[in-house]
């Protein structure tokens, strides 16, 4: 029994430390007042704070702007935040504030709503009173006074400097955030402070009029100005650029129909605050036009973009041939195709040699940014003008170099992969053997020819050979087979005794005439 209690309590104690561990990892936001009960024109700080994983929150209410909280933590773990709002109320009343939205806890994969309010109470300022007597001598008067202390302004050194928006902040009619909005100003906005008050505001000037913004929000210190001149895109409403739009292309071409008196271009620059003019986009003409966008940075710097627009039936002018030594582009070079692609796994590449011909006579071909090629991406554009330079077409080639991989072999042949070589080069084994092989089969075939030429005639001697090359020939058969140099010899053989019969008889025949001056018939009696 007791050993199942101490177990029991041991349990308890494991769930309590589970849920307050738990209860101590969950998100939790607040917001309060620095006072709940105050007098007008006293300060008051609205302060919505927290500890989540991540919180994207809104602090509303009387007075005050809207003013976003959000964030998270770069480690997905809880985390504490705190954001705070102060404002000056200038009558009496109930202020209410909220903090609404969502939180993340690092436990959690959904959000938590958030909606949690405070509210502050604003009293007038007290009415005071005094009275008082006197007596002098025998006689006495009495007098009272009274009067109501009414707020009083806040007071404003006189400056006069130029200070800038920190954020994007709201310019008011008075020094209260109750007060009428008469505009804004967006970061690294200036306008003339003509006044520091003491009650945190500062005294400007606006639009040539007297306006009010929190001090909080300016600074004296002239932000950094942008030299970002480049276009984030540029595109015209139902016409594709030649070639496809980048930031570092400066140069576009563009052929247009007869009617077309005027282009729909949109260009957006990089920086917000850089500036976008458009020149030579009115009562186009036929033939060719030159359109300038021209882009501002902040500090002054301009940068043009430049649109060669030929209106008419003129084709533009063109290359005929495009290449790069010891690589290849992507995709195959064609007259009409204006972007490539070149990857080059070679860091000590710093140019290529390109090779680019006109199909125009007299045409003005210019290569832009073929040197001092980097690591990583580079553009090369190859200009192709008209003798007279009213047409201009452009190429775009966009060279990638980089790192060669770890351990990959170099390339044998330069622009060629090793793996096509390696496939060339088995091609080529495979025909060499396939070639090799009917070789050997024709010569085989020959041959055999040749020993069935042989077996057929080979008893047989037509020629008139002398009797040193007939035995020649007869101890060669006689080296090939057996059987022929059985039959060989026996061929000689009875040759040898038909000739010595044939002199025998040849001899008696002639005696006979020489003996009886006639012949005489002689023969073999058998």
């Given at each position: 029994?007791?050993?199942?209690?101490?177990l029991?309590?041991?349990?308890?104690?494991?769930?309590?430390?589970?849920?307050l561990?738990?209860?101590?990892?969950?998100?939790?936001?607040t917001?309060k007042?620095?006072?709940t009960?105050i007098t007008v024109?006293?300060?008051?700080?609205?302060?919505a704070?927290?500890?989540?994983?991540?919180?994207?929150?809104?602090?509303s209410?009387?007075?005050i702007?809207n003013?976003p909280i959000?964030?998270?933590?770069?480690?997905?773990?809880?985390?504490?935040?705190?954001?705070?709002?102060?404002f000056?109320?200038?009558?009496?009343?109930?202020?209410?504030f909220?903090?609404?939205g969502?939180?993340?806890?690092?436990t959690?994969?959904?959000a938590?709503?958030?909606?949690?309010?405070?509210t502050?109470?604003?009293?007038?300022?007290?009415?005071?009173?005094?009275?008082?007597?006197?007596s002098s001598g025998?006689?006495?008067?009495?007098?009272?006074?009274?009067?109501?202390?009414?707020?009083?302004?806040?007071?404003?050194?006189s400056?006069?400097?130029?200070?800038?928006?920190?954020g994007?902040v709201?310019?008011r009619?008075?020094?209260?955030t109750s007060?009428?909005i008469?505009?804004?100003?967006?970061a690294?906005d200036?306008?003339t402070r003509?006044?520091?008050?003491?009650?945190?505001?500062?005294?400007?000037t606006?639009n040539g009029?007297?306006?009010y913004i929190?001090?909080?929000?300016?600074?004296?210190?002239?932000?950094e100005?942008?030299d970002?001149?480049?276009?984030?895109?540029?595109s015209?409403?139902?016409y594709?650029?030649t070639?496809?739009?980048s930031?570092?292309?400066?140069?576009?071409?563009?052929?247009?129909?007869e009617?077309?008196?005027?282009?729909?271009i949109?260009?957006?620059?990089?920086d917000?605050?850089?500036e976008?003019?458009i020149?030579?986009n009115?009562?186009l003409?036929?033939?060719?036009?030159?359109i300038?966008?021209?882009?501002t940075?902040?500090d002054?710097t301009?940068r043009?973009?430049?649109?060669?627009?030929?209106k008419?039936?003129?084709?533009?002018?063109g290359?005929s041939e495009?290449?790069?030594?010891g690589y290849k582009?992507t995709?195959?070079?064609?007259?009409?195709?204006?972007?490539y692609?070149?990857?080059?796994?070679d860091?000590?590449?710093?140019?290529?040699?390109?090779?680019a011909?006109?199909?125009?006579?007299?045409?003005?071909i210019?290569?832009v940014?073929?040197n001092d090629?980097?690591?990583?991406?580079?553009?090369?554009?190859v200009?192709?003008?008209?003798?007279?330079e009213e047409?201009t077409?452009?190429?775009?080639?966009?060279?990638?170099?980089a790192?060669?991989?770890?351990?990959?072999?170099?390339?044998i042949?330069?622009?060629?992969?090793?793996?096509d070589l390696?496939?060339?080069i088995?091609?080529?084994?495979?025909?060499?053997?396939?070639?090799?092989i009917?070789?050997v089969?024709?010569?085989k075939?020959k041959?055999?020819?040749?020993?069935e030429?042989?077996?057929y005639?080979g008893?047989?001697?037509f020629s008139?050979d002398?009797?040193k090359?007939k035995k020649?020939?007869?101890?060669?058969?006689k080296?090939d087979?057996?059987?022929?140099?059985?039959?060989?010899?026996?061929?000689?053989?009875?040759?040898?005794?038909e000739e010595?019969?044939g002199a025998?008889?040849?001899?008696?025949?002639?005696?006979?005439?020489?003996?009886e001056?006639?012949?005489?018939?002689?023969?073999?009696h058998f």
């Amino acid at each position: 029994m007791r050993k199942k209690y101490l177990l029991f309590m041991l349990g308890l104690i494991i769930f309590i430390l589970t849920l307050l561990t738990v209860t101590s990892n969950a998100a939790s936001t607040t917001i309060k007042a620095s006072s709940t009960n105050i007098t007008v024109g006293t300060k008051v700080t609205i302060t919505a704070s927290g500890n989540a994983a991540a919180w994207d929150l809104v602090l509303s209410g009387d007075g005050i702007s809207n003013t976003p909280i959000v964030g998270f933590t770069s480690d997905a773990e809880n985390g504490s935040f705190s954001e705070s709002v102060s404002f000056t109320p200038s009558k009496a009343g109930t202020y209410a504030f909220k903090l609404t939205g969502n939180v993340t806890d690092e436990t959690e994969t959904e959000a938590t709503s958030v909606n949690k309010s405070t509210t502050v109470t604003v009293k007038a300022k007290s009415t005071s009173s005094s009275s008082g007597s006197s007596s002098s001598g025998n006689s006495g008067s009495s007098s009272g006074n009274s009067g109501t202390q009414t707020t009083s302004a806040p007071s404003f050194s006189s400056v006069n400097e130029t200070v800038y928006a920190t954020g994007s902040v709201n310019v008011r009619s008075s020094y209260s955030t109750s007060s009428s909005i008469v505009g804004s100003l967006d970061a690294g906005d200036s306008v003339t402070r003509t006044g520091r008050g003491s009650n945190g505001w500062s005294r400007v000037t606006y639009n040539g009029q007297t306006a009010y913004i929190s001090s909080e929000f300016l600074t004296t210190e002239k932000p950094e100005e942008s030299d970002n001149n480049n276009l984030e895109s540029l595109s015209i409403s139902g016409y594709e650029l030649t070639p496809k739009f980048s930031a570092d292309v400066k140069e576009y071409s563009l052929t247009i129909t007869e009617d077309v008196e005027k282009l729909d271009i949109t260009a957006e620059p990089e920086d917000e605050n850089a500036e976008v003019k458009i020149e030579g986009n009115e009562n186009l003409l036929i033939g060719e036009n030159t359109i300038k966008i021209i882009v501002t940075a902040e500090d002054g710097t301009e940068r043009t973009y430049t649109l060669n627009v030929t209106k008419g039936e003129t084709p533009p002018v063109g290359l005929s041939e495009l290449s790069i030594a010891g690589y290849k582009l992507t995709p195959e070079f064609s007259s009409d195709v204006y972007e490539y692609t070149l990857d080059i796994s070679d860091t000590s590449v710093t140019s290529v040699d390109i090779t680019a011909k006109s199909d125009t006579e007299d045409a003005i071909i210019e290569i832009v940014g073929n040197n001092d090629l980097k690591l990583g991406e580079n553009v090369i554009t190859v200009l192709v003008k008209s003798e007279n330079e009213e047409q201009t077409s452009t190429y775009q080639i966009t060279v990638n170099i980089a790192e060669p991989v770890a351990d990959a072999p170099a390339q044998i042949i330069p622009g060629l992969d090793n793996t096509d070589l390696y496939i060339y080069i088995g091609c080529g084994v495979v025909v060499l053997i396939v070639l090799i092989i009917i070789i050997v089969v024709a010569v085989k075939h020959k041959r055999n020819k040749e020993d069935e030429y042989v077996d057929y005639y080979g008893g047989l001697d037509f020629s008139d050979d002398s009797e040193k090359d007939k035995k020649s020939k007869s101890k060669k058969k006689k080296e090939d087979s057996p059987i022929e140099e059985d039959i060989q010899t026996n061929q000689e053989e009875n040759t040898k005794v038909e000739e010595t019969i044939g002199a025998g008889m040849n001899d008696n025949y002639m005696q006979n005439f020489d003996d009886e001056d006639k012949p005489r018939r002689r023969g073999k009696h058998f």
